[in-house]
């Protein structure tokens, strides 16, 4: 099946600096990708969905200033959090999908941020 | 608009009894549903989707799941627990508008013991 490889799985990192996570399909082209965030012991709740080439679309809440998402090629998509704060240490997971963001998506196997 | 209520926030069993997880969902549009897996700390493994072919839908590990549209459910089952299943369950419903969003339940903690 389709895998999406995420990097680095962990990082810690002091307040104020930012942080870049990556997101790879490996064996298929993902023109979509999402990200997505989860709390402890809670759901996972959709942040923002990228599609190669153009401007990533923000779910209602999610400041874009603060999670930058790029999607520059078929193959990677990354997250960055500027200016972390403890407030924003979570788990990330990403998903791709191909098919224009209509088929099914497969998920990465998630970041995790510690911001002391 | 779509939305997934799974009824327990843990089930225990033990290992090698049945294993029930209960999803019920609502959605304006026909709906794909599925069924993922997630173990501490690791990202989601799909263990079966409903995609409105088959209403009974076997998926891996044993695992299987009925769609009841009349009853709006998306029960997950297994016949016999493995201590190995032991992981958080969240039934998902995927609604084709614009990208095929996921919306997710908040999830089951299948708890077993031996």
């Known amino acids: 099946g389709a895998v999406v490889s995420q990097h680095p799985s962990r990082v810690i990192c002091k307040s104020g600096t930012s942080v870049k996570i990556e997101c790879r399909s490996l064996d298929f082209q993902a023109t979509t990708m999402f990200w997505y965030r989860q709390f402890p012991k809670k759901s996972l709740m959709l942040m923002a969905t990228?599609?190669?080439?153009?401007?990533?679309?923000?779910e209602q809440g999610v400041e874009k200033d603060k999670f930058l998402i790029n999607h520059a090629s078929l193959t990677l998509s990354t997250l960055t959090v500027t200016s972390a704060h403890p407030e924003d240490s979570s788990f990330y997971i990403c998903s791709a999908t191909g098919l224009a963001g209509l088929g099914e998506q497969f998920f990465g196997p998630g970041t995790r941020l510690t911001v002391l | 608009a779509q939305s997934v209520t799974q009824l327990d926030s843990h089930v225990s069993v033990s290992e090698g009894t049945p294993v029930l997880l209960r999803c019920n969902y609502s959605s304006s549009y026909s709906p794909s549903l599925f069924w993922y897996v997630q173990h501490p700390n690791k990202g989601l493994q799909l263990l079966l989707k409903y995609t409105s072919a088959a209403t009974l839908v076997k998926g891996i590990n044993g695992f299987e799941a009925e769609f009841k549209k009349s009853e709006t459910s998306f029960h997950l089952t297994k016949p016999s627990a493995h201590m190995s299943d032991a992981a958080e369950y969240f039934c998902?419903?995927?609604?084709?508008?614009?990208?095929?969003?996921?919306?997710f339940g908040k999830g089951t903690m299948l708890l077993v013991s031996p």
């Open positions: 990228s599609n190669e080439g153009s401007k990533a679309t923000y």
């Open positions: 998902v419903v995927s609604v084709v508008s614009g990208y095929s969003t996921l919306t």
